[in-house]
C-alpha cells in the first residue's frame, strides 16, 4: 500500500506562483509513477502531469506545459508540482495520484490514465483569481 498526501493549495492572483507536494509512504516498486490530476466540480478529472521516480522522466498535459514542472526528492520521499504563470481556468481540487504499474518501466510517454493510478491522495484546492 501506498499512502499520498497533498499539501501547498491556496488562492493566487493570476500571473502568481504555487508549490504542491506530495508526500508518499509505503511500499514502492522500480516502476513507481507519481502524477497529478485536477478535478473542477462537474468535470472530468484530467490529467497534469507525470514523473517516473526512479529515473526523473516526465511528461506534461498541453495545458500545463511550460508553466508547470514536476519534480521529486528521493530522501524525502516527496513528489512536487510547480506552478508557474497561474491563469484562472487552472483553479481546480489538484490530487497527486501514484501506481506501481509495470506499464511505465522505460519511461513516460504519454498521459498517466486515472485509471492506472492505485493510490491517490485527497486532494488540495488550488484558486486563481482574475
Known amino acids: 500500500q501506498v499512502q499520498l498526501v497533498e499539501s501547498g493549495g491556496g488562492l493566487v492572483q493570476a500571473g502568481g506562483s504555487l508549490r504542491l507536494s506530495c508526500a508518499a509512504s509505503g511500499r514502492t516498486s522500480s516502476s513507481f509513477t507519481m502524477g497529478w490530476f485536477r478535478q473542477d466540480p462537474g468535470k472530468e478529472r484530467e490529467f497534469v502531469a507525470a514523473i517516473r521516480w526512479s529515473r526523473g522522466n516526465t511528461y506534461y498535459s498541453d495545458s500545463v506545459k511550460g508553466r508547470f514542472t514536476i519534480s521529486r526528492d528521493n530522501a524525502k520521499n516527496t513528489g512536487y508540482l510547480e506552478m508557474n504563470s497561474l491563469k484562472p481556468k487552472d483553479t481546480a481540487v489538484y490530487y497527486c495520484?501514484?501506481?506501481?504499474?509495470?506499464?511505465?518501466?522505460?519511461?513516460?510517454?504519454?498521459?498517466?490514465?486515472?485509471?492506472?493510478?492505485?493510490?491517490w491522495g485527497p486532494g488540495t484546492q488550488v484558486t486563481v483569481s482574475s
Open positions: 495520484a501514484a501506481t506501481n504499474s509495470p506499464n511505465f518501466l522505460s519511461g513516460i510517454s504519454r498521459p498517466l490514465s486515472r485509471y492506472e493510478c492505485n493510490y
